[in-house]
Structures are given as C-alpha cells and as structure tokens.
C-alpha cells in the first residue's frame, strides 16, 4: 500500500514538472520579447510610460540649453584674453603691425633696433596707468606692486673673429637677472646701465617678466558677476640661432579669480543663482537617466543567464557569441557616460558661477562631450524606424572591416608623413613639424589646397624640388585613386548587403529563433494587432533592428527554391539550381514545400539540425 502511494507521489510530481517547464519557456520568451520592444511597443503590451524615453528628451533639452548658455560666456572669456593680448601687443613692442610672423610678433636685425625696442618697452611700461585705455594696472600682492624682472641668458665666455673664421666658446649659459620696482621708473636707465650693455656674441635671450591686473567688465550685460585677472606677461627677445635676426616675442598667461571687493547693483546676482539651480535640475536628470540605463544593464544580465541555463538545459550547447551580443546594449554604455560626463561638467559650471573655480576650457571639454554623445544617443530612437535605421546597421557592418584597412592605409600614411618631415622641412612651411605634415596631407587627400602646396616649394635645391614632385604625385595617386576609394568601397559594399537584408531577411540567432517560435506578446483587452501580411508580424530586436523573416516560392524567377538551415553561422544549404548569395534563412511555404521534400528526402539533411529547429518546417 505504501508503495502505491509513494508511486503515486513520485508520478504526480513527474507530471508537474513536466507541466512548468513549458510555462517557464513561454515565461522566458515573454520576457525576452519585452526586453527587446521598442518604448512605443512596451507601452502598447503592458500600459508603461517609456520613462528612459522621456528622460532622454527632457536632457537632451536641458543639456543643450546648458551649453549653449556656458558657450556664451566662454566666448566673452577667450574674446577678453585675445583682445587683452593685442593690446598688450600694441603698447609694449614697438611698431607692431598687428600680425604675426609665424611664431614671434616682431623682428629687428640692428644692434641699434634691439636698444630701442628695450628702451620703448622700459618707458611704455612706467607709463601704463596714462596710457592704456583698459581696466589694467600694476599686480599687487600683499599691498606692495610686484617688480619687473628682466634677465639675460648668455653664454660664459666667447669670443668670435670673423675673419679668421675662428671662435671660443663655452657652451654653459649663466643668466642675470634685475627687479625693477615700478615706482622708481624714472631711474632705470641711469642707475643700471651697465646691465643693459649688451654682449651680442654672447647673448642668448632677454626676457621681460611683469604682472598686471584686470577686470573683465562686459560679464555685468549678461547678468553675470565679473572675472578678476592675473596676466603674467612675458617678452622675450631670442637670440638663440645668432643668424642676425632676433625675434621679439609677447606671451601672456590669464589666470581668473574672484574680485574680493565688488559691488554691482541689478539682476546679476539673482541671474547666478538661477542659473545654480538650474546646473542642479540637470545633474538630478542626468543621475536619473543613469540609474535607469544601469537598471536595464542588469536587467539583461540576469535574461541572459536565464536564457543561457534554458539552452545548456534544453538544447545542451552554450548560448553563440551573435547572441549574447545581443544583451550588451552600447546604447546604454553610451548614455551613461555621457550622463558621467555632464554631471561632472555640470558640477565645474556651477563652481565657475561661484567663482571658487576658472577652469573653463576643462568645463567646456566635459560639457561638450557630453552634448555630443547625447545627441548621437538619439540615433538609438530613429533606429526603430526601417528606414533611419539603414545608417545605423550600415556601421555596424563596415565599422570592423575599416578598422583592419585604417591599420593598413595608416602604416602607408605615417611613411609618407616621416619622410615629409625629413625631407621636405626645411623647405616648406607646411612640413615643419609632423603635426602639420599630418594635416596637410590629410587635405591633400581630400583634395583640399593642391596647387599651392605644390607651388610653394622653390627650386633652390633641384634635388629636393625633384623629390617633392615624386613625393607629392605618388602620394596623391595613391591615396585618392586607391586607398580612399576602397574604403568607399567596403562602406558601400556593407551598404548594399543590408539592403539586401531588409529585402529578403536578416539571418537569424538561436536567440531570434526561440523567440520567434512562441505566441505574439499579450494585448490588453480592446486592442488588436494591426501587424498583418504574407510574412508574420516582425520581430523587433536588439531595440534598433527589426528582423523580418522572407520567403521565397515558386512566384519569384531569380531564386532556386532553396532551404538555408543552422545557427551562428552553420548553414546547410539544399538548393535545386544554383545556389542563392544571399545568407538569409528562409521559411517553407505550402507553395514550395512538396518540391523541396521530393528532391531532398533521401538526403536527410534534417537530421543534422539541433534539436528545437523543426518548427521551421512548418
């Protein structure tokens, strides 16, 4: 008796476990198919307001608001330091013509020029409060005006005969300096003239050392609270090459601070703290939008490990890597450090607002990113429609064969640009250096700035001006008439092959298999689905690609009838004809279904297929 009760648990509990595993399969299935809708499809199955959705919007509109307000008073900020710089320019070098020679302002080749340039700088700076129409004047530091300092660098001893073309030299420098204080203007050159007698065979440079002080005052029209400067300027004038021209050079160094005296009436400092809060509304969208995409990241971690134990268990094989590439969602990765990066900027905005910070090229770097990346993420939500997402599927395509061909094309290029820089840099302004090599051969191969780059070389050395020619021609030839159009070629080449896709059907996963075997997703009530045609509903995956599975029948003359079965890549093919390129899976209608197993049934191609791909035969 005990045995029969026991037998009659153990078959009871055999039955039930056999009755769960379908229902968790079809659980699964429902949650994967959830997991890869599009926001408008999961509000339609379950009535769920697309929050990641309308997160996404709301930041991007406050994240370009937010740039587009640092972005002006960034420009006030660079227009104020170049401005402060061209009349810095203008006051202390004498006849400065506006314009730069290439990396120094001005040149003077006379013994007699360099005394007057060091003279005219010496009596313009005494008189700066007199004579500069700007809010500038005389650095402080503890109540006390900071010195002028000007040092010369010289070699220790040296002596050159020309005519006998003989020289002793030391190669060791020694550098003297001398404070100045500006209050006793008048008495420099008298009190100190033997410094300023100058040893030109000797001398190496001359520098000018000096800081003043500025306020930039056009921040107030915007309704902001005005930047305090520092200007460390510097001037020096460069011997080094002794080829009997010496370079005159003015740099400057602004570093911002907050004015520690001030008093502005009006709205600037009510407009400051709206801004504030406003920087904090964004960081609490963006920390939002991040906890929401991390959410969906972990989220599919845990389906894949589900779905992953379904097929070890089930099909008794491990899930192909196109599946499980399918729940890494860059998307996602995308959207969270561009989260990262405009909460961090965002937190640097609101300390330049405060004045406790004047770092506003870092801010605009994290700012910018940020906005890019935003922007890009909006591809993602064009991608649900076919026909925006031809783009996005067209990169994924290309993108790892022109990665392998740039690693190729650029051996070739950084070739070209080290041999340009070599040879052809003491002779063109635009291969002096390997970044500018770099660029301009990145314009010759688009084209760009042609006939002058091959007209500035002069033909002072032929064998250089021959080479140039050789160099130039052969570079052109083979960048624009080969390299460049392949690469054209490889992006439309994967171009065409996902036409070709949406038109007969993309390949299909394990993953896309499985989830195409089950029911359509449960409606709510009221609602139909409006999906119907020749082929079925579409399978929406990997949240950008809708996978349409095609047939072909008798009806179409450019195809054999052709079965194409496997997974990952595994294809059996039994075609009648030739055979059709195009790897696609393909269902069996009623039409072509009693050819195909008359010519193939001794073949037995089937038994080859895992198990839970006979479906497809229906």
Not at 121 to 132: E, R, V
Not at 208 to 237: R, W
Not at 286 to 312: G, N
Not at 355 to 361: M, P
Request: aromatic share 12%.
């Amino acid at each position: 008796m005990e045995l029969l009760v026991r037998d009659g648990v153990d078959s009871d509990s055999i039955n039930m476990s056999l009755n769960l595993e379908p229902m968790m399969e079809e659980t699964l299935r429902e949650d994967l198919k959830y997991y890869f809708m599009s926001p408008c499809e999961k509000y339609r199955a379950r009535r769920q307001l697309p929050w990641k959705l309308t997160v996404q919007i709301l930041k991007i509109v406050m994240i370009t608001t937010q740039l587009v307000l640092f972005g002006l008073s960034n420009q006030l900020v660079v227009a104020y330091k170049e401005e402060n710089l061209m009349a810095f320019k203008n006051l202390f070098l004498k006849s400065y013509s506006g314009v730069d020679e290439d990396d120094y302002s001005v040149a003077v080749y006379t013994k007699q020029s360099v005394y007057d340039y060091i003279y005219y700088f010496l009596d313009q700076y005494s008189q700066l409060s007199q004579l500069s129409v700007g809010a500038v004047s005389y650095a402080e530091e503890d109540g006390k005006l900071l010195p002028l300092i000007i040092c010369k660098e010289y070699y220790s001893r040296g002596s050159v005969e020309i005519s006998d073309t003989s020289y002793d030299i030391d190669a060791q420098t020694e550098t003297v300096c001398l404070t100045l204080d500006p209050k006793s203007a008048s008495t420099w050159r008298t009190d100190n003239s033997s410094f300023f007698e100058l040893d030109f065979h000797r001398l190496v440079k001359i520098e000018f050392m000096f800081k003043l002080k500025g306020i930039n005052l056009q921040t107030v029209l915007s309704h902001e609270l005005p930047d305090c400067y520092t200007f460390a300027v510097t001037i020096m004038f460069d011997n080094l090459c002794h080829s009997g021209k010496v370079k005159i050079t003015l740099d400057i160094d602004a570093v911002s601070s907050a004015c520690k005296k001030w008093k502005i009436s009006g709205t600037a400092q009510k407009n400051t703290r709206y801004l504030l809060v406003f920087d904090g509304f964004v960081i609490l969208v963006c920390l939002t939008s991040a906890v929401l995409c991390i959410r969906s990241i972990i989220l599919a971690i845990r389906l894949l490990q589900r779905f992953s134990k379904f097929c070890r268990k089930k099909y008794n094989r491990k899930m192909c890597e196109d599946d499980q590439r399918e729940f890494l969602n860059g998307w996602y990765i995308l959207v969270i450090i561009s989260d990262v990066l405009a909460i961090v900027g965002s937190v640097l905005k609101m300390e330049i607002q405060a004045k406790s910070l004047t770092s506003y090229d870092v801010c605009s770097i994290f700012l910018g990113t940020s906005t890019l990346m935003v922007w890009v993420g909006v591809i993602r939500y064009l991608g649900y429609f076919q026909k925006y997402n031809v783009l996005i599927l067209t990169m994924q395509a290309a993108l790892p064969k022109v990665l392998r061909f740039c690693c190729c094309a650029g051996m070739i290029y950084l070739g070209y640009t080290f041999c340009g820089w070599v040879v052809l840099g003491p002779y063109h302004d635009k291969f002096e250096g390997l970044n500018r090599v770099a660029e301009c051969l990145f314009s010759l191969v688009n084209g760009d700035d042609m006939f002058p780059t091959f007209a500035e070389f002069q033909q002072k050395n032929t064998l250089v001006w021959l080479f140039s020619r050789v160099y130039l021609y052969s570079f052109i030839s083979l960048f624009i008439y080969m390299v460049l159009s392949l690469f054209i070629a490889l992006i439309t080449d994967a171009y065409e092959t996902i036409k070709r896709y949406q038109k007969n059907g993309f390949p299909m996963t394990d993953l896309q298999l499985f989830l195409r075997a089950g029911k359509d997703f449960p409606r709510p009530e009221g609602e139909e689905d409006s999906g119907s045609g020749e082929n079925g509903p579409s399978v929406t995956l990997c949240c950008c690609r809708r996978y349409t599975i095609s047939c072909i029948s008798q009806q179409a003359p450019d195809f054999s009838p052709a079965l194409r079965l496997g997974h990952c890549g595994i294809r059996n093919e039994i075609s009648g004809g030739r055979e059709v390129d195009t790897p696609s899976y393909v269902l069996i209608t009623e039409k072509c279904r009693d050819s195909l197993e008359k010519r193939e049934r001794e073949r037995e191609t089937l038994k080859k297929l895992p198990l839970g791909y006979e479906y497809l035969l229906r």
